[in-house]
């Protein structure tokens, strides 16, 4: 090797090095930090935990936690998190080696709750759907989705589809009831998180037609501008269809239709004020010729006009 390989070589060792002793520097004094705060044995789960699982001791352990970092509401002992005679069940997944909180499980001698993972002032409802308004089952539990609904208008008439809810949490889908022996019994249903009012539309809605659901992105605003959709808009032109496209296609479509009106006005008004030919007539030949009875009427197809004989 040559000398400035060597020298290279040199400067990496030494690199390396400066570098561990840094890292174990910080180590050292993260692990005194933690030494002088002391710690805690806190619950942490030693097995996946799904919604409706029971807790019990094999499922649990305890591990050291700095006491500086101790979320509230940590159980500190099996006492704590399983009373004698009580259960506990879990209400939200909880991962291998996750902390064991209050608001991830059910209350002492309780069992799984839906009521028990609705905020404050929300309800949790319930409507049936099919597996084509459900999305084909792709929908799950912490979707969003919007409510369509498709009905008849009072006094009749054609059938209309309107929004009537939009950015709804989904709580559970395809279980309403249980049986005999306390097992689910599957069924066409989704249960939404909705406020007292929407919990009340819901109601209405299913009553007056039909809802469907319309999976949406998370976190996506609800959109402010919404329309009843009626068979009339069951084509795709310029002219029909959605009456809000997207902002980019707004301005195209606008401009291209005020182009197209304008020439098709200007070229109406120039066929309109050209000068029509007279041939003269005697009156001789005009008391001979029979009545005509036929008419003529002027189509005009974009700039072009045809004349087309119409009656006897």
Known sequence: MNRQTVIALGVAV??????????NSFLTKTQRAAYRGGTTKVAVASAPLGYGTAITPDKVRFVDYPNTSIPPGAFTSEAQLLPEGKKRVALLPIAVNELILPAKISKEGEGASMSSLLPDGMRAATVRINDVSGV????QPNDSVDVLITRTPPGGGQEVTDV???NIHVLAMGRV?????GQPIPARTATLEVAPIDAQKLALGEAAGSLSLVLRKP???SN????????NDLRYNMYGG????APAAVGAFGNLANAIGGAMTNTANQIASRPRPHRATSSKAKAKAPADTSK????YRGTKSDQIKVGG
């Open 14 to 23: 030494l690199l390396g090095l400066l570098a561990v002793f840094l890292a």
């Open 136 to 139: 084909a089952g792709f929908i």
């Open 164 to 166: 009537l809810l939009q």
């Open 177 to 181: 009831a249980k049986d005999q022996n």
């Open 219 to 221: 976190g996506e605003p």
């Open 224 to 231: 402010p501008v919404v329309e009843t959709v009626s068979m």
């Open 242 to 245: 959605a009456r809000y496209p």
């Open 296 to 299: 003529q009427i002027e189509i």
